[in-house]
């Protein structure tokens, strides 16, 4: 039943139809529809752009045959004969930014340009639109970096802000393909500003625009290196959302797992916890769940129960669940620190609201055996300068009466808090005396 928290199915409206290929290959590769069903998706998929060799041979695949519908071969020589056609008329144009000494004829000023290319070469807005035609053909047919060079360079010819933004948009697509996550981060900014500005088409496309991009985002984000704060930057701002909110509440999971796994999460993730309470009926998410069950109802065993579902949901989503091989060993990054942190988060508001906690239980609760759940309290009480004893006859920890500010100082010490640290400390803690506190 992983197929419950998968979310392609409200995605994938969202994304340009080649962004949607790699996410059927993972579905695909998880396996958990039917070979078929995807296959069949593919062709549909593919009947759509210009892949029409590639459609072949899946439907070759699928029906173990090496025949293929009239249609298919019909739309081969169509798609062949179209990008003769545009290529030509894309050619002056080419021809004269294949050259290097014509090019650099040309200045940082569009007017200027537009002015040699006309003068000198004969070249005017139908050429340049044709170099727009034949770019966009070309990413229909595949040819993404193809497909990049040219939108770039139209961009830097065309004076249409529509088509301009058009192209941008294929520009990113296009990086996004070719996994180049550096530029398709500085494209993706671009595009943001262009949306944001005052004089951005009407407030409903405006957010469509918005929702587009947080979607197409998602690729970058969890690819990139520092994309999890990035995603904190972007989908925390009030206007997307708003839109979030809104329209595609789905995304809450991608904020939600962003401020989990994030050190450097505070202070939004307070506010981000109102936003989870004011959607916990609305929308339905293991992740988010989860942060109600902590943050919101301080249901502690439901919080438990969530952790594994949590944990389902991550492996089964394209954009969380990407394995890493390590040494013969696959492991899943960013699920087991979701679920580091998220015991982490457990523990801290467990000790705001306990004033006894029982060893025992929070061993429990944390997935730790006694001995180590001890020693890491003891050194949370140490480093964090915790106002609490415990008691090991008893076996349980007293936090002191007012401990009003407990929640902070956990937070400032936990943040340090990783798995690598956490072993060494419990190494060093076996030298020290698991006794006292203060
Ligand atoms: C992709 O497009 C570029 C630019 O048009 C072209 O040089 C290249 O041959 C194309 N590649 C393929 C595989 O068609
Ligand atoms: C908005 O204004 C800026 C600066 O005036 C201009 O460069 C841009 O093309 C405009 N955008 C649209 C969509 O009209
Ligand atoms: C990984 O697998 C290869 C071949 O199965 C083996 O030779 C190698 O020792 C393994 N490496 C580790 C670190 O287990």
């Known amino acids: ?25 993972f579905l695909q590769e998880r396996g958990f529809y039917p070979e078929e069903d995807l296959l069949k998706a593919k062709i549909e998929l593919l009947n759509h752009t210009n892949m029409v060799d590639y459609a072949m041979d899946i439907h070759k ?7 293929v519908p009239q249609e298919m071969m019909e739309r081969r020589t169509e798609v062949v004969g179209r990008l003769k056609a545009l290529e030509e008329g894309a050619a002056p144009l080419i021809t004269f930014l294949q050259n290097p000494n014509a090019v650099q004829e040309l200045r940082a000023d569009k007017q200027y340009n537009l002015q040699i290319l006309n003068d000198r070469y004969q070249i005017g807005p139908e050429q340049i639109e044709a170099l727009y035609q034949y770019a966009k053909f070309q990413f229909e047919c595949g040819n993404y970096s193809g497909a990049a060079d040219y939108l770039y360079q139209y961009r830097a010819l065309c004076t249409n802000a529509e088509r301009s933004l058009s192209a941008l948009w294929g520009k990113l697509a296009a990086e996004i393909l070719m996994q180049n996550w550096d530029t398709a981060l500085d494209e993706l900014n671009r595009l943001k500003e262009i949306i944001d500005s005052k004089n951005f088409s009407s407030p409903l496309n405006q957010v469509q625009n918005r929702i587009w991009l947080m979607h197409w985002s998602l690729f970058i984000f969890f690819n990139h290196d520092s994309g999890r704060t990035h995603i904190i930057d972007l989908f925390n701002q009030d206007k997307y959302l708003n839109a979030i909110q809104t329209n595609a ?5 991608y904020l939600a797992t962003a401020f989990i796994v994030n050190k450097r999460r505070r202070p939004q993730f307070k506010d981000f916890i109102k936003i989870i309470q004011q959607e916990q009926y609305s929308y339905e998410d293991p992740i988010t769940e989860f942060l109600s069950c902590v943050y919101v109802n301080y249901d502690f065993d439901g919080a438990q129960k969530k952790m594994s579902e949590c944990e389902e949901a991550l492996l089964n989503d394209p954009f969380l669940g990407k394995r890493v091989e390590e040494e013969n060993f696959s492991s899943v990054p960013l699920r087991d620190e979701f679920l580091e942190n998220a015991r982490l988060f457990i523990f801290e508001t467990y000790c705001r609201i306990h004033q006894r906690i029982d060893m025992n239980v929070l061993a429990e609760k944390l997935n730790l055996n006694y001995e180590e759940a001890e020693r890491w309290v003891v050194n949370l009480i140490r480093t964090s300068k915790l106002e609490a004893k415990i008691d090991t006859e008893s076996g349980t920890i007293l936090m002191e009466p007012d401990h009003t500010n407990v929640y902070e100082q956990l937070i400032d010490h936990t943040k340090a808090l990783s798995g690598r640290t956490y072993k060494l400390v419990s190494q060093l803690m076996d030298h020290a005396q698991p006794q006292s506190a203060r």
Do not use: N, W
Request: proline content about 8%; aromatic content about 8%; glycine content about 0%.
């Open 1 to 25: 039943m992983a197929a419950k928290y998968d979310l392609t199915h409200l995605i994938a409206p969202q994304l340009d139809r080649h962004l949607v290929f790699p996410l059927l290959e």
């Open 61 to 67: 695949s699928l029906y173990r045959s090496e025949d």
């Open 249 to 253: 509440p789905h995304l809450l999971r």
